[in-house]
């Protein structure tokens, strides 16, 4: 989100699938985490066989000294077991997920590995250590969410069949029953648009690119980064088709798509008599438009809409639908807000009577001022109690809408705005308003917990914390749990390293902000906030936590996730450093200074260049890999050209060369650090010098122009970069903080 602020009975996996609906099923889900009817989603396995097969995958070697139980809820809860039984590990739960918890609590607690998204620890102890008292644990919550409309752009947008494999065995080991699941809504769109006597090419003006899809979704903009090729549909149709498959095997309940009432511009030209709302410009793009509520036409496109959805993909029941997200409703009248929820779940439960809608609470966070008492009363009091379900994205509403005036809420936190790549996030300040939710005696329905990232981040410790919270609510000293969490992660223990987590808990763990510096902000003698989003602690200690890592790499040196750390700590140490550079650039030119001006830009390219070069060292890093991975979905030259515009785009101007929204997905990769932002940050002190020489001001605006142009025409550049790592990482990160260390801990920080 921009911050100015998205039967299934198979015969052969992937090919052949039955709607749910068209068969007998129970009530929704009260709570089991697997959604009802999951075990005949997607998959005849049995929740012990998904469990097994989720094993073979990620620990394939454990698998024979591993027995699976099914066990009951306790009082609608999910729960796991584990103990020790003839010589075997025997993992329990409730669901395929339940058990698949229970067998990550094994290996953290008790083999201490770690799986988690960056880096896995798998350094299995002999003998495997025994259960010593029988573990059981209920989960506090029903609900476990997890996922935001913007991470399918962010981090999503080009992923293929074996990334999402990867990250559904994840949410399974760490609890998560409630994906957001809203891959292949395009398909559903064509199907609903051909329904409704749209051409292609009218369709074609609606549906964004690839990695603009969720912004359509959640109708911020039509078409940009278009047109979208038939191709990718089809494709994505399959594989949409295998992630509900195995989330469902896995005992999740997907949330699929709602309507929204947002539609193609075309409908105003097919029904002329239909009453539509124009919404207001988005981020700078043109208004999308809007079935008025009250049209009969808007309950029957919603009900076309989970029909056709359901047709391709079936359901587990449960629809996200975030009408006027980021936008300004038309109007402010709560009979019209009324007429809007009554619709929005009209349109669902027209379709599927067994329908729950879950709205994210941005609203509330987004357009505050607009969304007083009797406009959310209005909203919420038209429909039913049991058939709304509100995600909290912090700022703790609940306390400030009456726990969302009854209805059942999850609490959840949002973090990675942009999927910028940052170190860092309130660890305290998410545990405290955890527990102070869980506490609360106006708490209300809460009944769930959550992540609503707007990409995967790149910070482990953020993501295994609130993951976390999906089986705990026991979490109070966050210093304690870090140290276990360490303990997990790297497998061993040291002083130092404890010492460097407490640096850490203290700087970058001690704020919520990004803390990426100057290197990908546009340059400018008067940058906008948002380029320049800064870390407000001591580099000083950051750059002591990354000494410390790196004085225990003779024993950590070959732990694929503590070679991660150590160069995303150096990483951000170096990239906060850059702010004093362009401070002594900008007294430079104030001063006329040329030769102080050059030294200080030579300075700030040679950290840039030094940066891009210890990024290289690790995967996660790498512009190469997000490229290859929009390309590979092409079937022709001028799809691969089409969806590498779209990648590029989107981590650097986001939208046209004038785009409000540059920056927002900014990335500190291999190769974009080095070949956009430094060049960048060449031309500007070429023309700040060129105006010194001349004897003349710096032209601000004329230099904001030329890199616009400058920009547009690298995201339509087709240069190859490398997939894969290159370099030692310890051995890079150790050279260059001893380069800098000076440097970094005399200097204030940002």
């Not at 690839?210 to 959640?218: N, R, S």
């Not at 590498?644 to 650090?673: C, F, M």
């Amino acid at each position: 989100m921009w911050q100015t602020r998205i039967v299934v009975f198979w015969v052969v996996l992937g090919t052949v699938f039955v709607a749910k609906a068209d068969i007998n099923l129970p009530a929704p889900p009260s709570g089991t985490g697997g959604g009802t009817g999951a075990s005949l989603a997607g998959s005849p396995l049995g929740a012990e066989d998904a469990a097994r097969g989720l094993v073979r995958r990620v620990v394939p070697g454990l698998l024979d000294r591993l027995d699976f139980e099914v066990i009951p809820q306790e009082n609608g809860l999910d729960v796991f077991e584990l103990e020790s039984r003839e010589g075997k590990i025997v993992c329990r739960g409730s669901s395929a997920g339940a058990i698949c918890s229970a067998f990550n609590w094994y290996l953290e607690h008790y083999c201490r590995c770690q799986v988690s998204w960056l880096g896995d620890q798998l350094d299995l102890p002999e003998p495997l250590p025994a259960v010593g008292v029988k573990v059981r644990r209920v989960s506090p919550h029903q609900y476990r969410y997890w996922l935001n409309y913007c991470a399918f752009s962010y981090s999503l947008a080009f992923w293929h069949w074996p990334a999402w494999e990867r990250f559904i065995d994840w949410m399974a080991l760490h609890g998560v029953n409630m994906p957001l699941a809203i891959t292949g809504q395009e398909a559903t769109w064509r199907a609903v648009g051909r329904r409704f006597g749209l051409t292609d090419a009218e369709l074609a003006e609606f549906l964004p690119g690839p990695a603009y899809l969720p912004f359509g979704w959640m109708g911020c903009l039509d078409g940009w980064g278009g047109p979208l090729p038939a191709s990718w549909i089809d494709q994505h149709i399959d594989l949409q088709k295998r992630i509900l498959a195995r989330q469902r095997e896995l005992g999740m309940t997907p949330v699929l798509q709602g309507f929204t009432g947002h539609v193609p511009a075309a409908f105003r030209d097919k029904f002329p008599a239909a009453k539509f709302r124009e919404l207001p410009k988005w981020g700078g793009f043109a208004g999308t438009t809007f079935i008025d509520p009250a049209d009969p036409l808007f309950l029957e496109v919603g009900r076309a809409f989970i029909e056709e959805q359901t047709r391709l993909y079936g359901t587990d029941h449960y629809y996200a639908s975030d009408t006027f997200i980021e936008m300004m409703p038309p109007s402010d009248d709560p009979a019209f807000l009324a007429g809007m929820g009554r619709s929005v779940y009209g349109a669902m439960s027209a379709a599927d009577p067994q329908a729950r809608w879950l709205m994210m609470g941005w609203i509330f966070i987004n357009n505050a001022r607009f969304w007083q008492p009797p406009q959310t009363k209005a909203l919420f009091g038209a429909v039913p109690d049991d058939r709304l379900i509100l995600i909290e994205m912090g700022g703790d509403k609940y306390l400030e809408t009456e726990a969302y005036y009854g209805k059942p809420w999850i609490w959840a936190t949002i973090r990675n705005y942009g999927n910028v790549v940052q170190l860092g996030g309130d660890l305290r300040h998410i545990v405290s308003h955890a527990n102070q939710a869980m506490a609360s005696s106006r708490r209300g329905r809460l009944c769930g917990s959550g992540a609503i990232m707007e990409g995967l981040g790149y910070d482990p410790a953020v993501f295994e914390l609130v993951a976390d919270l999906n089986w705990r609510d026991d979490i109070t000293d966050v210093e304690a749990w870090l140290m276990d969490f360490i303990r997990h992660r790297y497998g061993r223990e040291s002083e130092r390293m404890s010492e460097a987590w407490k640096e850490l808990l203290t700087s970058a763990y001690a704020q919520s902000g990004a803390g990426d510096g100057t290197v990908c902000m546009r340059p400018s003698l008067k940058p906008r906030r948002r380029g320049r989003t800064l870390a407000n602690y001591d580099n000083a200690a950051l750059a002591r936590a990354a000494r410390l890592m790196l004085d225990v790499s003779g024993d950590y040196g070959k732990v694929d996730t503590y070679r991660y750390d150590v160069v995303n700590v150096v990483r951000q140490t170096l990239a906060n450093s850059a702010r004093p550079l362009y401070d002594e650039i900008v007294r430079a030119y104030t001063d006329k200074d040329r030769r102080r001006l050059e030294a200080a830009g030579t300075r700030l390219c040679e950290l840039i260049s030094d940066v891009d070069t210890l990024l290289g060292t690790r995967r996660e890093f790498l512009l190469g890999g997000w490229l290859a991975d929009a390309k590979r979905w092409a079937t022709t030259e001028d799809e691969a050209r089409r969806y590498e515009w779209n990648a590029r785009t989107q981590i650097t101007l986001w939208g046209p060369p004038d785009s409000r929204l540059d920056g927002y997905a900014r990335k500190h990769w291999a190769g974009l650090v080095a070949d956009f932002y430094r060049e960048r940050w060449r031309l500007f002190l070429r023309r700040m010098d060129e105006a010194l020489a001349a004897g003349r001001a710096f032209d601000g605006d004329a230099f904001e122009k030329e890199c616009q142009t400058w920009d547009d025409g690298w995201t339509r550049s087709t240069n190859a970069y490398p997939v894969e790592p290159a370099g030692d990482s310890v051995a890079i990160a150790g050279q260059l903080l001893a380069k800098y260390w000076d440097e970094l801990t005399t200097r204030p920080g940002p």
